[in-house]
């Protein structure tokens, strides 16, 4: 089984308007063809984070929708929900800056709404974890600090290997790797520090075999997807050079894809963490 437990579409009328909605809003981006490069990457950034968070609202001991939108939440229709979420004020921002002639900052303010939405969001978490008494803001906070370190390390040490790649890549770069470390920090803590169970069988089969090292009694069993992590991020940078320059609209895109598959699952962690108190 290569899907992660709890995988399940929603009952056939949301599964219709979601699809629909993705097909409709994805058809008039194309149309619009609002610019898209490495900014647009970062830009995506908020958004992806906000699909982790609003399906960690949806999950145990959480669980903050009531029945009726229980259904938008779930895996794997969060993903769709927020696509067209993001979709639609990527077409609202992408029209009327079209129309004044103000496309150049698309990208910014797409980012600028994300950015807001899930600081609202996150905020929301935060009081209700705080209400229910179980608010451990620790875990979140470390998360969030080690990844920012080593991400920081990782990039400086490519920046050395590869100066020019770096410059190339200067925005898109730091993003991907910053949200792969993220996703494998965040799940190493969770499962060696919190005892929570990975429900994805990949990420599970590797801490298991970090299990059973001999290294497992004294340092745990999430470095080593940590590791894994950390090196497919880069790898996915470095091998991206040449597309990223000879394509930078496909590029972006299939980067910002990379690094919506390190966001999503690492905010969902962060925000389950909050009630780990």
Do not use: C
């Not at 647009?40 to 908020?46: D, I």
């Not at 938008?72 to 029209?95: E, H, I, Q, R």
């Not at 060696?192 to 001999?214: C, H, Q």
């Not at 009694?217 to 894994?228: H, K, M, P």
């Amino acid at each position: 089984m290569i899907l992660p437990s709890g995988f399940g579409l929603p009952p056939l009328p949301y599964l219709v308007a979601l699809v629909g909605g993705a097909f409709l809003i994805a058809a008039l981006l194309v149309a619009l063809e609002p610019p898209v490069d490495q900014r647009t990457v970062v830009a995506l950034a908020p958004w992806m984070a906000l699909g982790g968070a609003l399906h960690a609202l949806n999950q145990p001991p959480i669980e903050l929708y009531d029945a009726a939108l229980v259904p938008l939440f779930g895996t794997p229709s969060v993903y769709l929900t927020t696509f067209n979420l993001m979709g639609a004020v990527w077409l609202l921002l992408s029209f009327f800056g079209v129309r004044t002639g103000n496309s150049g900052n698309i990208s910014r303010n797409l980012g600028l709404v994300g950015t807001g939405v899930l600081t609202v969001i996150l905020l929301l978490s935060a009081v209700t974890a705080l209400r229910s008494g179980l608010v451990d803001p620790v875990w979140p906070a470390l998360s969030v600090l080690l990844s920012l370190f080593v991400a920081a390390i990782a990039v400086l040490a490519v920046a050395l290997w590869r100066t020019p790649l770096i410059i190339r890549a200067r925005y898109a770069a730091p993003t991907v790797v910053f949200a792969h470390v993220f996703d494998g920090i965040s799940t190493a803590i969770g499962t060696d520090v919190l005892g929570v169970g990975e429900r994805s069988p990949v990420p599970r089969a590797i801490m298991e075999f970090a299990a059973g090292l001999p290294t497992a009694s004294a340092i745990g069993s999430g470095w080593l997807f940590v590791l894994v992590k950390l090196l497919v991020a880069v790898a996915v940078v470095v091998l991206m050079d040449d597309y990223l320059n000879d394509e930078p609209v496909e590029a972006s895109l299939v980067l910002s894809l990379v690094t919506a598959v390190g966001f999503g699952p690492a905010t969902n962690n962060v925000v389950l963490f909050l009630f780990a108190g």
